[in-house]
């Protein structure tokens, strides 16, 4: 298995970044480089279902209309694992509707390397909907 390179690691955080930008300014016609052609985005767990393939991602942006963000912005990447060609990755997201109001979410990313660049081959975006993701806190007095 080769490990991830420190230029790995910037292309990676590169195209997570780029999501934003290209979603933000409807710049569609650009998915290709930041998605695999079949790519899975899955946004199930916010309610707006599951789109296979890059076309039917940019439809449903398209469809979504004045309901997408617009504003995504991405922060705390952490790659979680590599194994090849392949490399998963977490990181938070921060929305802004047009209403001015923010909602925060998780992406869980599957990457694969192609062609000497890295694509999303599958995005799965959790909502962020209880503090400190409901866990029970104790003091360390308490353990």
């Not at 991830?4 to 910037?10: G, I, N, P, S, V």
């Not at 398209?62 to 617009?70: I, M, Q, R, T």
């Amino acid at each position: 298995m080769r490990e991830l390179t420190t230029e790995d690691h910037r292309a990676i955080d590169r195209t997570l970044a780029l999501t934003g930008h290209i979603f933000d300014r409807g710049e569609l016609d650009r998915l290709d480089e930041i998605f695999t052609p079949e790519a899975v985005y899955d946004l199930s767990d916010v309610g707006a279902g599951t789109f296979e393939g890059i076309a039917a991602i940019r439809d449903g942006a398209v469809a979504l209309g004045a309901g997408n963000p617009v504003a995504h912005h991405i922060t705390n990447i952490v790659i979680t694992g590599h194994e090849d060609d392949r490399a998963t990755a977490q990181s938070k997201g921060l929305i802004i509707m047009a209403d001015g109001s923010v909602g925060s979410v998780t992406h869980r990313d599957t990457l694969r390397r192609e062609n000497g660049s890295w694509r999303i081959s599958r995005r799965a975006i959790l909502a962020q909907r209880t503090p400190l993701g409901g866990l029970h806190l104790t003091h360390a007095s308490e353990r």
